[in-house]
Each structure stands twice: as structure tokens, then as C-alpha cells.
């Protein structure tokens, strides 16, 4: 059974940072697609960023340049690294990951990802 289990999250002021960190089990996921979507209350779930099984990156315009999505196949895990955090970065922020596909593939499309944690929830304070 796949298991995406987040972690990191918290309070920050803003301007501050924070990294994420997501941990898969039940498979290995070190050559497939990984991302982070994040939803805010009573709004819809948006992609912030991803990461393909070569390495390439794409992210989300609000978030580029602020924050650096990576990887460690060892250890079966994504993370997220988010600098100059802004009140409206507050969401609980979800990994996903798909299984299959080609090495390269990468994609900010939610139907793309197979399996999905829970999230760990991030608050910026203005």
C-alpha cells in the first residue's frame, strides 16, 4: 500500500522559510514524477511545483523564484524548500506522485498523479 506522508509544515512570519518534506513507502517512486499542490481554505487545490524522474523542474508563477522543489530517490522522498514566504503562501500543502510513465514526463496537471498525501499545513503571518 502506497503511503505519502508530509512533513515540515508550521507557522512562519512572513519573509521567513520553511522546508517541506515528503517520505513515500509501498513503492518506489525514484524515477517518476513527484510534485507539491497546495490548497487554501474555500479555495480550490493549485499546483506549486514538481519534479520528473531526470531532475527537471517546472513551478507555479507565484512561487518561482522563491521556492526549490528536490528529490532523494534513496530515500524515497520530495522536498520543498519555500524562502520569502507571503501571507498568501498559507494552505495546507500536499505531495503527489505518478506511477509510471516516462523518465523525462513532468506536468502541474492534478489528473497526472496516481497517489496523494494529506498534507501538512503552512501558515505565514503578515
Known amino acids: 500500500q502506497v503511503q505519502l506522508v508530509e512533513s515540515g509544515g508550521g507557522l512562519v512570519q512572513a519573509g521567513g522559510s520553511l522546508r517541506l518534506s515528503c517520505a513515500a513507502s509501498?513503492?518506489?517512486?525514484?524515477?517518476?514524477?513527484m510534485g507539491w499542490f497546495r490548497q487554501a481554505p474555500g479555495k480550490e487545490r493549485e499546483f506549486v511545483a514538481a519534479?520528473?524522474?531526470?531532475?527537471?523542474?517546472t513551478y507555479a508563477g507565484s512561487v518561482k523564484g522563491r521556492f526549490a522543489i528536490s528529490r532523494d530517490s534513496a530515500k524515497n522522498s520530495v522536498y520543498l524548500q519555500m524562502n520569502s514566504l507571503k501571507p498568501e503562501d498559507t494552505a495546507n500543502y500536499l505531495c503527489?506522485?505518478?506511477?509510471?510513465?516516462?523518465?523525462?514526463?513532468?506536468?502541474?496537471?492534478?489528473?497526472?498523479?496516481?497517489?496523494w498525501g494529506r498534507g501538512t499545513q503552512v501558515a505565514v503571518s503578515s
Open positions: 509501498g513503492r518506489t517512486f525514484s524515477r517518476n514524477l
Open positions: 519534479i520528473s524522474g531526470s531532475g527537471s523542474t
Open positions: 503527489a506522485v505518478k506511477w509510471g510513465g516516462t523518465y523525462g514526463f513532468i506536468s502541474n496537471l492534478q489528473r497526472h498523479y496516481d497517489y
